[in-house]
């Protein structure tokens, strides 16, 4: 069968071995990758072959694993018209999103710099092993690229030259490029015309083209559409001898031939894979098993290097480019740039300075250096590359461009002084380009590989015997003799490994960084140029009166919320405000009230392509520091380049401005913004922006260094208002980028109009680097000086501070509150954050934007210069007027207030609701659809509505309302954030009426997943706190979130769901975690959660297992092992970009996206996180369906969406927009009894819907009925409406946006707003949505543990709870092992009922997410080593890893484990024999370890359990740590600094059952692993125990093991002893 899709690839050989992965024997060569030709679940049989007796197949057969099983015929190629390369571009977000990837890397090298085609070939086999880390197009056989890079094959071109006739080459002067030319024959000839012609004007000699041979039908559909014509050109470079004039002299050619053919039509179809003297590299869109076929070169023994790199792409766009595969020129890059918009601006600003004496006054030819059309790994390749022609190591290119966190670090500081030099003087030079990436590089003659501060991809290496080295993301994908494997390792955040082939040495991470920084004085340069801005004490008085700081207030914007709500209360708590329930405002631009600018830019935030970062937990990574002046050329070094001043963060008081003004480097200039409008507001701000524009320009000219844009003045005038600061800010940023100035100063704002943490970003964000706020200041000496703070203070209802105190409280909460802005992007350093524009815009016109905010995406347009300058007026004018009150207006944004801003989530719509669904009046229900109909413009559907060319039909032809209800769900709120009679009551509701309510992340309680049987008068002794309740009812959650795997989540948990929910990221908050407040944290929410009572519960962002892509793949194939029968929904949230990252996630196999608007969020939140985070789901749903239609995907998933839905209108409208499902959160919650009182942060919820509070519970009013009748009403609306348009079921209206068009309505503010995005089309799916729901669930295809289960001594030993002994053999392709047997356990006997035992032996290297979800009875032994994740919420069992018998290493020195093993475990035991990598035991609730040492952030978020390390640990441990105890050895004193000291205390290990537990952990470990290390440990205990730090969390301090309070009695008991 499956062997007929293999006709067209010609003498396959089939190896004969059934472990024919793991070797190298010649005839098998690619094989291995039968299984992948097929197509769908019919023909993708296994295939056996000759396998032996255990009936186990060859594991290639399974590789196909990962592929989805539907065959789609449609592809729509994106044109994508060439870029013109003449003036300077700034970036484009929208052509940035659309490029978006993350992927499989890794290198060998031959340090004896011998080449040889055996490293070839295993370069290729490993690629193969690394299929599950890429992505495939909807024809499930167009990869998204895969690439080899090597050093040029001499001897094999030679032989070719040969046969052409020609002399063998020159390989010192001669140079290859692999090049894919345009597809039809006339432009080819066209474009090697011009390559020609440039080469012979640089004087090179063209000496032969040479068409590459390929085999093009292995290509998949889609990738041969666009196959280049590929072909290699030699040239003979006779003037230049050094490799390095070499390679400068191919770089200045390829620049030149790249601006020549900029204007041809065919100019992008042209591309250099590589021009060089030293390497070459073979890469197309092909999948990794298939580029050894398809480039038939590469199968040829005389193809020989001393090196290759290897690249697998997982592209989350699925129109990924040829070009685009990797690796590049220099890197092959598994990552995402989080910055790369900002980086792209900034090495534009940079071109007009960039000089170098070995360019010989060629710099103009060369630009530009980076192209916002090509991916974030291209141009950082292009930035790296420059840098390396002028002169740098490839690795002292990729310390500037990717530093590591070396502030504060324990290791740096003290022994290598000298790197830190490196990167302070670097760090006023180059922002970092930042975001989780692992970097692997070459130039021929070193190959490296270094990782980002985060440490967020997995890097392991390893060196052999023979003098080989290796480094891969993943062990396992080279076969390799254990026996002569001299040293393991893994790269940790921040750290290089350089392999020297010309001297055959490898370098670790710090002589590598030694060798570079040693080159240059640093630390002289820095020492005498660098210069600190010390602190400048606050003011201890107001400088104005209170009157004049009213008017001041009034004229720039203020409301007394914002005064009250935020910055009185930064100024007394020291932190953000928090609130709850969502944002239910009209959108800025849709609103009635005057707006400040800011509030029309929404924060983006990381989902899924790249973590967010936890800037409590892991702040050690992040940085505010900002340097200040000008930027010197960054190509030639120098003394002077250090003269800058560093502010220690961007928040300036007073002192501090006036500090900088004195700065006679500096040569500041003050700007000042304001606009004339005494000739009327017409084409006033537009005038004054250009001439502040103007001003800069002059300033910058004539040498300063600084400029201060300020909006002080000594008297306010009424005809001369403030420019919004934002937008001088934005138009002097971008003028001077598109001057080339912008490197030779910085721009400080000093400003009345900023007082949140939302508002300093969006000024730093468009290229301010530090802020005066000095109104905001100014109020918050105000607040303290006034007689009611004083009276509160002296009363004890708010805490005591100083004037002084106030202030600094203010900064750091604006500091903190930025941190956690940056963080949510997954950015670390503020000097990479400025000026990248990491926000969309909702609202503004496309002359707003293209002027100060250019680049950023504004889908749907808005006001334009002339009406932003009335909504500023609007402000203005009110310090003028003689009716103004005496005190500030209240505009109600953040809390509703009748008179106020407009909320739809207002308390006379839920009196309406309420009264509707209790006394299920139909009459009712018409008077709250009246009500919504009359709302003013709340949300962007309110701008379009209905219309039909159909006649209208009899309600009773339209589908039933029963069967319409199965669509809906109710939101993501978990047990804990609302009480159980809540949730339970939603449940019930939902299963009543077929549709699905959703768990939250808080586990659930299993005697909800029986129906009821003993109602009796609607109540229950089953769940006796709920009435209304029906026999048959049934409380459990249709749908089970995961918010990654955290509280509560077992295997029976997971095996008792009908769909999985993966939470990525919450409407209210996205990008960050939540917290579950301790007094909400009862002794039942405890028990599900697995945790302490009283204890507060931190769920960070989720990215302690989905760091990429490919993560959240593997977290979906996770899911589908453990129950295969579930569906697995994956919950993102609105943004620009999110059809980019949903075809991604539809590629990683997700049966669901869930797209929440930014307004959702039923659970507590910072203020600015809830206003300025997420865009509306009208865009997000649009873009999501749409690109998802054009990629061919949109069958792969049902579509579901939520965010504010109130009625049936709601439902057809995000019908239209191609939802299949539609979600409610608060409506929900409205109709069970919640008042909408907002307090849900507090426990203090008056109807008990949101507080855990006994006596508040008891007053819960709802009953299932209510939401019932809740949601037959909106289905019968929704039935109304399509009788009326003419249809008769959803099916026919799901996606068609022709049925919406604009409504006649004038909105305030703007007649300018573009919808014609949300009533776009791009065509319908080819299956019904109805089709779509109904699909099976997505396999993992055939899977090691089906192979197990099929064992017939397996089956009855779980069938008959007996103990069964089994060996089996595992390579990295094996993911999630014993995930779906554990499922299969968990299913007949819960967590805890089986009394068999199951014991596995696998020999081999373990794919990712070995042992997953292990439950009790289980006992399983790894012999070898295994990828990320061992463990991964393991419930019981055991598990352990030992390496083979022979080897050269030594154990406990080597890596044995990757990273986040023993993620969110409940239960169990593992002990390895050897190290851990990075987050070991993070969120581990109960299992305990033994390990010999881990990476950084060990035992992060632990709340249970014990963690024993017999070995070094990294930074950070026992971070965010709120329960169970570790054990560390230090051995050498080291330990201390490393410890993060915010919750747990430090103690030797003194109380007798600590030192019991401690010992028996240790005893079990060298019994089950043979440690020798654990056997010198217990040997020599007395010496030792003293050694061990033992780590106790606050909720652990009086138990037996950690209080030495406790004394042993004679019988061997603990007891209390008293004092």
């Given amino acids: 069968m499956a062997m007929k899709s293999l006709s067209p690839v010609p003498k396959l050989l089939l190896s004969t071995t059934p472990s024919s992965v793991l070797s190298s024997d010649k005839n098998f060569f690619?094989?291995?990758?039968?299984?992948?030709?097929?197509?769908?679940?019919?023909?993708?049989?296994?295939?056996?072959?000759?396998?032996?007796?255990?009936?186990?197949?060859?594991?290639?057969?399974?590789?196909?694993?990962?592929?989805?099983?539907?065959?789609?015929?449609?592809?729509?190629?994106?044109?994508?018209?060439?870029?013109?390369?003449?003036?300077?571009?700034?970036?484009?977000?929208?052509?940035?999103?659309?490029?978006?990837?993350?992927?499989?890397?890794?290198?060998?090298?031959?340090?004896?710099?011998?080449?040889?085609?055996?490293?070839?070939?295993?370069?290729?086999?490993?690629?193969?092993?690394?299929?599950?880390?890429?992505?495939?197009?909807?024809?499930?056989?167009?990869?998204?690229?895969?690439?080899?890079?090597?050093?040029?094959?001499?001897?094999?071109?030679?032989?070719?030259?040969?046969?052409?006739?020609?002399?063998?080459?020159?390989k010192l002067h001669t140079g290859v490029g692999m090049i894919f030319l345009p597809q039809e024959d006339t432009f080819m000839q066209e474009a090697k015309q011009v390559i020609e012609n440039i080469f012979e004007k640089e004087g090179l000699e063209i000496l032969g083209w040479r068409d590459v041979p390929v085999n093009a039908p292995v290509v998949g559909k889609n990738a041969r559409e666009t196959m280049p014509n590929i072909q290699q050109v030699f040239v003979k470079i006779?003037?230049?001898?050094?490799?390095?004039?070499?390679?400068?002299?191919?770089?200045?050619?390829?620049?030149?031939?790249?601006?020549?053919?900029?204007?041809?039509?065919?100019?992008?179809?042209?591309y250099?894979?590589?021009?060089?003297?030293?390497?070459?590299?073979?890469?197309?869109?092909?999948?990794?098993?298939?580029?050894?076929?398809?480039?038939?070169?590469?199968?040829?023994?005389?193809?020989?290097?001393?090196?290759?790199?290897?690249?697998?792409?997982?592209?989350?766009?699925?129109?990924?480019?040829?070009p685009l595969a990797q690796p590049m020129r220099f890197l092959g890059h598994n990552g995402e740039i989080n910055t790369i918009q900002g980086n792209l601006n900034?090495?534009?600003?940079?071109?007009?300075?960039?000089?170098?004496?070995?360019?010989?006054?060629?710099?103009?030819?060369?630009?530009?250096?980076?192209?916002?059309?090509?991916?974030?790994?291209?141009?950082?390749?292009?930035?790296?590359?420059?840098?390396?022609?002028?002169?740098?190591?490839?690795?002292?290119?990729?310390?500037?461009?990717?530093?590591?966190?070396?502030?504060?670090?324990?290791?740096?500081?003290?022994?290598?002084?000298?790197?830190?030099?490196?990167?302070?003087?670097?760090?006023?030079?180059?922002?970092?380009?930042?975001?989780p990436a692992?970097?692997?590089?070459?130039?021929?003659?070193?190959?490296?590989?270094?990782?980002?501060?985060?440490?967020?991809?997995?890097?392991?290496?390893?060196?052999?015997?023979?003098?080989?080295?290796?480094?891969?993301?993943?062990?396992?994908?080279?076969?390799?003799?254990?026996?002569?494997?001299?040293?393991?390792?893994?790269?940790?955040?921040?750290?290089?490994?350089?392999?020297?082939?010309?001297?055959?040495?490898?370098?670790?991470?710090?002589?590598?960084?030694?060798?570079?920084?040693?080159?240059?004085?640093?630390?002289?340069?820095?020492?005498?140029?660098?210069?600190?801005?010390?602190?400048?004490?606050?003011?201890?008085?107001?400088?104005?009166?209170?009157?004049?700081?009213?008017?001041?207030?009034?004229?720039?914007?203020?409301?007394?919320?914002?005064?009250?709500?935020?910055?009185?209360?930064?100024?007394?708590?020291?932190?953000?405000?928090?609130?709850?329930?969502?944002?239910?405002?009209?959108?800025?631009g849709l609103s009635q009230r005057p707006h400040m600018l800011y509030d029309y830019f929404k924060q983006r935030f990381a989902q899924v392509t790249n973590p967010a970062i936890d800037p409590l937990r892991e702040g050690l990574v992040m940085s505010l520091e900002v340097n200040i002046g000008k930027r010197g050329n960054i190509l030639e070094l120098g003394p002077e380049n250090a003269s800058q001043v560093i502010l220690s963060n961007p928040v300036l008081n007073e002192g501090g401005i006036e500090e900088?003004?004195?700065?006679?480097?500096?040569?500041?200039?003050?700007?000042?913004?304001?606009?004339?409008?005494?000739?009327?507001?017409?084409?006033?701000?537009?005038?004054?922006?250009?001439?502040?524009?103007?001003?800069?320009?002059?300033?910058?000219?004539?040498?300063?260094?600084?400029?201060?844009?300020?909006?002080?003045?000594?008297?306010?005038?009424?005809?001369?208002?403030?420019?919004?600061?934002?937008?001088?800010?934005?138009?002097?940023?971008?003028?001077?980028?598109?001057?080339?100035?912008?490197?030779?100063?910085?721009?400080?704002?000093?400003?009345?109009?900023?007082?949140?943490?939302?508002?300093?970003?969006?000024?730093?964000?468009?290229?301010?680097?530090?802020?005066?706020?000095?109104?905001?200041?100014?109020?918050?000496?105000?607040?303290?000086?006034?007689?009611?703070?004083?009276?509160?203070?002296?009363?004890?209802?708010?805490?005591?501070?100083?004037?002084?105190?106030?202030?600094?409280?203010?900064?750091?909460?604006?500091?903190?509150?930025?941190?956690?802005?940056?963080?949510?992007?997954?950015?670390?350093?503020?000097?990479?954050?400025?000026?990248?524009?990491?926000?969309?815009?909702?609202?503004?016109?496309?002359?707003?934007?293209?002027?100060?905010?250019?680049?950023?995406?504004?889908?749907?347009?808005?006001?334009?210069?002339?009406?932003?300058?009335?909504?500023?007026?609007?402000?203005?004018?009110?310090?003028?007027?003689?009716?103004?009150?005496?005190?500030?207006?209240?505009?109600?944004?953040?809390?509703?207030?009748?008179?106020?801003?407009?909320?739809?989530?207002?308390?006379?719509m839920s009196k309406l609701l309420h009264k509707a669904v209790r006394e299920k009046s139909e009459t009712a229900y018409a008077v709250y659809q009246q009500h919504l109909a009359n709302r003013p413009v709340n949300v962007l559907r309110d701008l379009l509505e209905f219309k039909s060319d159909r006649a209208p039909i009899p309600v009773g032809k339209v589908e039933p309302a029963v069967s319409i209800v199965q669509r809906f769900c109710t939101g993501g709120m978990s047990l804990g954030a609302i009480s159980r009679e809540t949730h339970e009551a939603i449940a019930i509701a939902m299963n009543r009426i077929g549709g699905k309510s959703n768990s939250g992340e808080g586990g659930e309680d299993p005697i909800r997943w029986k129906p009821l049987t003993d109602v009796v008068d609607g109540y229950s002794p089953t769940l006796p706190h709920l009435k209304g309740l029906q026999n048959g009812d049934i409380a459990t959650s249709a749908i089970k979130q995961v918010a990654s795997g955290r509280f509560g989540v077992t295997p029976t948990f997971l095996v008792n769901a009908d769909q999985l929910e993966i939470k990525v990221a919450q409407g209210a908050k996205p990008g960050e975690g939540g917290q579950l407040p301790g007094k909400k944290v009862s002794a039942y929410i405890a028990r599900l959660r697995s945790s302490k009572p009283g204890v507060p519960l931190i769920s960070p962002p989720p990215h302690h297992d989905i760091y990429s892509i490919e993560d959240l793949a593997q977290l979906i194939f996770d899911l589908h092992q453990i129950n295969p029968n579930a569906k697995v929904s994956v919950k993102l949230v609105a943004e620009a970009g999110i059809g980019t990252v949903a075809s991604g996630v539809a590629k990683g196999n997700a049966d669901i996206i869930q797209i929440s608007g930014h307004d959702g969020g039923t659970g507590a939140s910072p203020i600015s996180s809830i206003k300025h985070a997420g865009g509306p789901w009208e865009l997000g749903l649009t873009e999501t369906h749409q690109t998802l239609i054009e990629n061919g995907l949109r069958e792969r998933v049902i579509l579901r969406v939520d965010g504010g839905l109130k009625s049936g209108v709601d439902v057809l409208m995000a019908a239209a927009m191609g939802a299949d499902e539609?979600?409610?959160?608060?409506?929900?919650?409205?109709?069970?009894?919640?008042?909408?009182a907002r307090i849900c942060h507090t426990n203090n919820c008056p109807v008990g819907v949101a507080s855990q509070r006994e006596e508040l519970r008891a007053r819960f009013p709802g009953v299932p009925g209510d939401l019932v009748n809740y949601f037959l009403y909106v289905a019968e609306e929704v039935r109304g409406i399509l009788a009326q348009l003419g249809y008769s079921k959803l099916d026919d209206i799901i996606g068609r946006t022709e049925i919406l068009k604009p409504r006649d309505i004038s909105l305030v503010k703007t007649q300018h707003l573009d919808l014609s995005y949300l009533l776009s089309s791009v065509g319908l799916p080819s299956m019904s949505s109805t089709e779509i729901r109904k699909q099976d669930v997505h396999t993992n295809g055939p899977v090691l543990d089906d192979d197990i289960l099929e064992d017939p001594l397996v089956k009855d030993a779980i069938e008959n709870e007996k103990v069964v002994d089994k060996t089996v053999k595992i390579c990295n392709i094996d993911?999630?092992?014993?995930?779906?047997?554990?499922?299969?356990?968990?299913?007949?006997?819960?967590?805890?009922?089986?009394?068999?035992?199951?014991?596995?032996?696998?020999?081999?290297?373990?794919?990712?997410?070995?042992?997953?979800?292990?439950?009790?009875?289980?006992?399983?032994?790894?012999?070898?080593?295994?990828?990320?994740?061992?463990?991964?919420?393991?419930?019981?069992?055991?598990?352990?890893?030992?390496?083979?018998?022979?080897?050269?290493?030594?154990?406990?020195?080597?890596?044995?484990?990757?990273?986040?093993?023993?993620?969110?475990?409940?239960?169990?035991?593992?002990?390895?024999?050897?190290?851990?990598?990075?987050?070991?035991?993070?969120?581990?609730?109960?299992?305990?370890?033994?390990?010999?040492?881990?990476?950084?952030?060990c035992c992060e978020y632990m709340t249970g359990g014990c963690v024993v390390v017999l070995g070094k640990v990294g930074r950070n441990v026992a971070a965010g740590m709120t329960g169970g105890l570790a054990y560390l050895l230090d051995e050498d004193d080291t330990l201390l600094p490393k410890i993060n000291r915010e919750i747990v205390k430090i103690q030797r290990v003194t109380a007798p059952a600590g030192e019991l537990q401690l010992k028996s952990l240790i005893e079990a470990h060298v019994e089950k692993t043979g440690s020798s290390k654990g056997e010198t440990i217990l040997k020599e205990w007395e010496k030792y125990l003293p050694l061990f730090w033992q780590l106790v969390p606050p909720s652990e301090e009086d138990t037996p093991e950690a209080s030495a309070a406790y004394i042993r009695t004679a019988t061997g008991e603990v007891t209390f002893q008293s004092a």
């Fill in 1375 to 1497: 993911r999630a092992a014993c995930g779906r047997v554990a499922g299969v356990i968990a299913k007949k006997y819960g967590d805890t009922g089986f009394a068999g035992q199951v014991n596995l032996t696998f020999l081999g290297s373990a794919g990712q997410s070995f042992g997953c979800f292990l439950i009790p009875g289980m006992n399983i032994r790894l012999v070898g080593e295994s990828n990320d994740y061992v463990g991964k919420g393991m419930a019981g069992g055991e598990i352990v890893v030992t390496p083979v018998d022979k080897i050269g290493f030594v154990p406990e020195e080597a890596t044995i484990v990757g990273n986040t093993c023993l993620y969110g475990a409940t239960g169990g035991q593992i002990f390895a024999r050897g190290k851990a990598g990075e987050r070991f035991a993070v969120r581990n609730s109960l299992a305990e370890a033994v390990v010999e040492g881990t990476g950084d952030h």
């Fill in 30 to 170: 690619f094989v291995d990758f039968v299984g992948l030709y097929c197509k769908s679940k019919r023909t993708r049989r296994r295939l056996r072959g000759h396998s032996s007796s255990t009936s186990r197949a060859s594991p290639l057969s399974r590789l196909s694993s990962v592929r989805a099983v539907i065959d789609l015929e449609r592809v729509h190629d994106k044109d994508l018209s060439s870029p013109s390369y003449l003036k300077p571009q700034v970036a484009n977000l929208e052509d940035i999103l659309s490029e978006r990837g993350a992927c499989g890397v890794g290198f060998i090298a031959n340090l004896d710099n011998i080449p040889s085609h055996g490293v070839v070939k295993d370069a290729l086999i490993a690629l193969g092993c690394m299929e599950h880390r890429g992505g495939c197009g909807a024809d499930n056989d167009s990869g998204d690229g895969s690439g080899l890079m090597s050093s040029i094959p001499w001897d094999f071109f030679n032989v070719w030259a040969k046969e052409q006739g020609l002399a063998p080459f020159d």
């Fill in 660 to 908: 900088l003004m004195k700065d006679t480097y500096l040569k500041p200039k003050v700007l000042s913004t304001f606009f004339d409008i005494r000739k009327g507001v017409e084409g006033s701000l537009q005038k004054a922006l250009y001439y502040l524009c103007e001003a800069a320009d002059d300033a910058v000219r004539s040498g300063s260094q600084l400029l201060i844009l300020s909006d002080r003045i000594d008297n306010l005038e009424p005809t001369r208002p403030a420019i919004p600061i934002m937008l001088a800010v934005g138009a002097v940023h971008q003028h001077l980028i598109q001057n080339g100035l912008r490197m030779s100063a910085s721009i400080v704002a000093d400003t009345a109009q900023c007082f949140s943490t939302h508002q300093f970003a969006c000024l730093i964000g468009y290229g301010a680097s530090a802020v005066c706020p000095y109104l905001a200041l100014e109020t918050c000496r105000q607040w303290r000086l006034s007689n009611k703070t004083v009276a509160l203070m002296r009363n004890g209802k708010i805490p005591t501070v100083t004037i002084e105190q106030a202030q600094k409280n203010y900064t750091k909460a604006v500091n903190a509150g930025l941190l956690k802005i940056l963080s949510k992007m997954g950015i670390s350093l503020l000097s990479s954050y400025c000026g990248a524009q990491i926000f969309e815009i909702y609202g503004l016109g496309k002359e707003v934007v293209d002027l100060a905010f250019t680049g950023s995406v504004s889908k749907i347009s808005g006001l334009t210069f002339d009406e932003l300058a009335r909504e500023t007026l609007s402000f203005w004018v009110k310090a003028f007027s003689e009716d103004t009150t005496k005190r500030l207006e209240n505009f109600g944004f953040i809390q509703f207030r009748p008179g106020g801003e407009y909320h739809s989530n207002n308390p006379e």
């Fill in 346 to 435: 900034w090495m534009q600003s940079r071109e007009a300075s960039l000089k170098s004496s070995v360019w010989n006054g060629r710099e103009n030819e060369i630009r530009p250096f980076g192209n916002p059309r090509g991916s974030d790994s291209a141009n950082l390749d292009s930035a790296a590359e420059i840098l390396i022609r002028s002169g740098r190591t490839p690795e002292e290119a990729l310390m500037i461009l990717v530093p590591e966190a070396y502030k504060n670090h324990p290791t740096l500081s003290i022994k290598y002084p000298e790197v830190l030099d490196f990167y302070d003087y670097y760090k006023g030079q180059m922002e970092a380009w930042d975001g």
């Fill in 1222 to 1236: 539609y979600g409610f959160g608060s409506l929900a919650m409205i109709a069970t009894g919640c008042v909408m």
């Fill in 438 to 588: 692992l970097l692997l590089f070459s130039d021929g003659k070193t190959v490296g590989a270094c990782l980002d501060r985060n440490g967020l991809r997995p890097a392991r290496y390893w060196k052999t015997s023979d003098n080989f080295v290796y480094v891969a993301s993943e062990v396992g994908v080279v076969p390799v003799d254990e026996a002569k494997v001299t040293m393991k390792g893994r790269l940790g955040p921040g750290m290089m490994i350089a392999a020297d082939l010309v001297n055959g040495q490898v370098y670790e991470n710090t002589e590598v960084k030694k060798r570079v920084s040693s080159l240059n004085p640093y630390g002289k340069w820095t020492k005498e140029n660098l210069r600190f801005l010390k602190p400048v004490n606050f003011k201890s008085s107001t400088v104005l009166e209170n009157e004049e700081i009213l008017r001041t207030q009034q004229a720039f914007g203020y409301s007394s919320e914002d005064v009250q709500m935020v910055i009185e209360s930064m100024a007394s708590q020291g932190k953000e405000p928090t609130f709850c329930m969502g944002d239910d405002i009209p959108l800025a």
């Fill in 272 to 322: 250099f894979c590589s021009l060089s003297n030293q390497t070459i590299v073979y890469k197309g869109m092909l999948r990794s098993e298939v580029l050894g076929l398809f480039y038939l070169d590469l199968q040829n023994e005389l193809y020989t290097s001393p090196f290759a790199i290897y690249h697998r792409r997982y592209s989350t766009n699925t129109s990924p480019r040829w």
């Fill in 238 to 270: 006779a003037k230049d001898d050094s490799t390095d004039d070499i390679e400068r002299e191919l770089y200045i050619c390829r620049k030149l031939i790249e601006r020549a053919v900029a204007t041809e039509t065919w100019g992008n179809e042209l």
